[in-house]
């Protein structure tokens, strides 16, 4: 059956980076784009842009524009999004979904000093 | 960009109640609408896309209706299951936006 698995649980300090990682299987993973969405906590769901996963091509929301990069390893049907120069306010839970139907379980960053 | 207004940002019922939720599209979204709903810790789950189609083993006392820019989602009979936080998403020309989303207590 159609799955997402992302990393686990982050947690860094302002400035450092952070790469996360969605692992899909159950279906052609270049058939369907990637989507990231991120909720901080206590908060409504916040979409961050999607990804091509036929050409790689990345489109970000205009509040995601900078430090933030979809990236995509094709061959392990593997979805990442890297966030540079943390804030505390990247603090959040982050999913990457497959249409409107699959999510994965989230990624829980923590930026803190 | 396309804004999503959702509303109300709470809302309480008791057992049984009929309970409607809105969104109002900044644009004609041409009813790309879907409805979805989230409980603590976990990730949102699929209700209802095209405004008004239900996912496949969703219980039929959820309901969405509206074309335009004009939206609603009912839960008709709410149960205690169905205590959670819900969001509307616009998924009209490949981009995506949320609803402030409505969080369902009971009363």
């Known amino acids: 059956q159609i799955q997402l698995v992302q990393s686990g649980p982050e947690l860094k300090k302002p400035g450092e980076s952070v790469k996360i990682s969605c692992k899909a299987s159950g279906y052609t993973f270049t058939d369907y784009a990637m989507h990231w969405v991120k909720q901080a906590p206590g908060k409504g769901l916040k979409w961050m842009g999607w990804?091509?996963?036929?050409?790689?091509?990345?489109t970000y929301a205009d509040d995601f524009k900078g430090r933030f990069v979809f990236s995509l390893e094709a061959s392990a049907s593997t979805a990442n999004l890297q966030i540079s120069n943390l804030k505390n306010e990247d603090t959040a839970t982050y999913f990457c979904?497959?249409?409107?139907?699959?999510w994965g379980q989230g990624v829980m960053v923590t930026v803190s000093s | 960009d396309i804004q999503m207004t959702q509303s109300p940002p709470s809302l309480s019922a008791s057992l049984g109640d009929k309970v409607t939720i809105t969104c109002q599209a900044s644009?004609?979204?041409?009813?790309?609408i879907a409805w979805y709903q989230q409980k603590p810790g976990k990730a949102p789950g699929l209700l209802i896309h095209?405004?008004?189609t239900l996912v496949s083993g969703i219980p039929s006392r959820f309901s969405g209706s509206g074309s335009g820019r004009d939206y609603s989602f009912s839960i008709s009979n709410v149960e205690s299951e169905d205590i959670a936080s819900y969001y509307c998403?616009?998924?009209?020309?490949?981009?995506?936006?949320f609803g402030g989303g409505t969080k369902l207590e009971l009363k």
């Open positions: 998403l616009q998924y009209d020309n490949s981009t995506w936006t």
């Open positions: 990804i091509n996963t036929y050409t790689g091509k990345p």
């Open positions: 979904a497959r249409g409107g139907l699959w």
């Open positions: 644009q004609n979204i041409n009813k790309y």
């Open positions: 095209y405004t008004s």
